[in-house]
Nanobody, 126 residues
Framework: QLHLVESGGGLVQAGGSLRLSCAVS????????MGWFRQAPRKEREFVAT????????AYADSVKGRFTISRNNAENTVYLQMNSLKPEDTAVYFC???????????????????WGQGTQVTVSS
């Protein structure tokens, strides 16, 4: 059983940066692919980024590629999402999630993920 807690959200102007963190409880953190998803008002939840258990493989949604970077620190059971050049359309609640997978695997589909955090609000003003 894992428990995920996101932090780092807030209000930022367009062009600014934020770094989201997701602290994960559990001794087998490195056995989970981690993902970030987001949900804007009146929209479906969408994939943002994923990273494999060992951290060697990553994938990004086209809308954030080149602006966002996902990383993880397995010694500290934490996954990060560095968000640069933020746009108003990035405004959403951001969720981290964990998916038990081989350490090299990644996952872009939300239905694969077993554990979810409560979310953190990111608001980008124009």
């Amino acid at each position: 059983q894992l428990h995920l807690v996101e932090s780092g959200g807030g209000l930022v102007q367009a062009g600014g940066s934020l770094r989201l963190s997701c602290a994960v409880s559990g001794r087998t953190f490195g056995s989970y692919a981690m993902g970030w998803f987001r949900q804007a008002p009146r929209k479906e939840r969408e994939f943002v980024a994923t990273i494999s258990g060992h951290g060697d493989n990553t994938a990004y949604a086209d809308s954030v590629k080149g602006r966002f970077t996902i990383s993880r620190n397995n010694a500290e059971n934490t996954v990060y999402l560095q968000m640069n050049s933020l746009k108003p359309e990035d405004t959403a609640v951001y969720f981290c999630a964990a998916d038990a997978k081989p350490v090299w695997a990644i996952s872009t589909r939300d239905f694969n993920y077993d554990y979810w955090g409560q979310g953190t609000q990111v608001t980008v003003s124009s």
